[in-house]
C-alpha cells in the first residue's frame, strides 16, 4: 500500500507561481512512476504531467508545458510540480497519482495509488 499526501495548494493571483509537493510511504518510491492530473468543477479529471519511475522522461499536457515543471527527489520520496505563469484556467484540485513501473500515461485509469488532492485557485 503506498500513501500519497500532497501539499502546496494555495490561492494566487493570475501570472503568479505556486509548487506542489506529493510525499509519498510505502513500497520503494524510485520504482514508481508519478503523475499529476487535475480535475475542476463540472470538469473531467485531465492529465497534466508524468515523470517516469527511472526519471529518464518526463510528459506534459499542451496546457501547461512551458510553465510548469515536474520534478522527483528518490532520496525524499517527494515529486515537486513547479507552476509558474498561472492562468485562471488553471484553478482546480490536484492530485498526485502513482503507476509502478508505469510508462508515464496521460490515461489516469493506468495510475494505482491517489491522494486526496489539493485545491489551486487562480484568481483573474
Known amino acids: 500500500q503506498v500513501q500519497l499526501v500532497e501539499s502546496g495548494g494555495g490561492l494566487v493571483q493570475a501570472g503568479g507561481s505556486l509548487r506542489l509537493s506529493c510525499t509519498t510511504s510505502?513500497?520503494?518510491?524510485?520504482?514508481?512512476?508519478m503523475a499529476w492530473f487535475r480535475q475542476a468543477p463540472g470538469k473531467e479529471r485531465e492529465f497534466v504531467t508524468a515523470?517516469?519511475?527511472?526519471?529518464?522522461?518526463?510528459r506534459y499536457a499542451d496546457s501547461v508545458k512551458g510553465r510548469f515543471t515536474f520534478s522527483r527527489d528518490n532520496a525524499e520520496n517527494t515529486v515537486y510540480l513547479q507552476m509558474n505563469s498561472l492562468k485562471p484556467e488553471d484553478t482546480a484540485v490536484y492530485h498526485c497519482?502513482?503507476?509502478?513501473?508505469?510508462?508515464?500515461?496521460?490515461?489516469?485509469?493506468?495510475?494505482?495509488?491517489w491522494g486526496q488532492g489539493t485545491q489551486v485557485t487562480v484568481s483573474s
Open positions: 510505502g513500497r520503494t518510491f524510485s520504482g514508481y512512476t
Open positions: 515523470i517516469k519511475y527511472n526519471g529518464d522522461s518526463t
Open positions: 497519482a502513482a503507476d509502478w513501473m508505469g510508462s508515464g500515461s496521460a490515461f489516469w485509469r493506468s495510475y494505482d495509488y
